[in-house]
C-alpha cells in the first residue's frame, strides 16, 4: 500500500513540490483544474517516466517485503 506520494519539478510542483501522506487503500484527492491531481494519476501510472524523476511514492514496509518475496519466485 501507498504510505504517501512526494510530487516535484513536475506540471505544477516546483522544486519543493507537495506531499499527500498518511494515504489509506481509498484517497479522495481533488482541487481546483490545473492544481495536478492529473499530474499525481498519471505518475501513479507511470512512476518510471523520467518527467518524474525527483518525484517518489513511499510503500508501506509490508508491501516492499510482499514484493521482494513475489520478485524471488519469478
Known sequence: M???IKMR?????DFE???ISNCQKI???YGANGSGKST???F???PT???YSKS???WSKWNALWNSSIQSQV
Do not use: H, M, R
Open 2 to 4: 501507498i504510505e504517501a
Open 9 to 13: 519539478s513536475c506540471a505544477t510542483y
Open 17 to 19: 513540490g507537495a506531499s
Open 27 to 29: 484517497n479522495f484527492i
Open 40 to 42: 499525481i494519476s498519471n
Open 44 to 46: 501513479l501510472q507511470t
Open 49 to 51: 517516466d523520467p518527467y
Open 56 to 58: 517518489e511514492i513511499v
